[in-house]
């Protein structure tokens, strides 16, 4: 009988410890994607910058690489926050498209996506 009670209290303990350590994963996960954001944000200013009207074409031009370049400093922490949670991976895999479509067509999941992690309840669900 002690066997057993020892063996559930075991259990118990490995149980308790992998939810703790799941939820310092998900809170990690949290920083690591407002980490992201400010980079994300600091690219957002930048292309809209180089959309105001009267801008020249090589200063657009030159503020709109400053943004990917902002974008790429954001990728690491996205992808450290997809590593500890998953549920983060949106923002990795928007971060990741700059490469292939204009940041105007990412703003709009972008600034989605830091709103949520900014918020409150930082959870993106399914």
Request: net charge neutral; proline share 3%.
């Amino acid at each position: 009988m002690a066997r057993v009670v020892r063996g559930s209290l075991a259990l118990l303990a490995l149980a308790s410890s992998g939810v703790l350590l799941s939820a310092c994963g998900s809170g990690g996960a949290v920083g690591q994607v407002r980490e992201s954001c400010h980079f994300v944000k600091q690219a957002i200013v930048l292309q809209k910058e180089s959309e105001v009207k009267g801008v020249s074409t090589a200063r657009a031009s030159q503020l709109q690489a400053q943004a990917i370049g902002e974008l790429l400093k954001a990728e690491p922490y996205a992808a450290r926050a997809t590593s500890a949670d998953g549920s983060w991976n949106p923002l990795m895999t928007t971060i990741g498209e700059a490469q292939r479509v204009s940041i105007d067509e990412l703003i709009p999941s972008l600034q989605q996506i830091c709103q949520v992690a900014d918020s409150n309840s930082p959870y993106l669900g399914s």
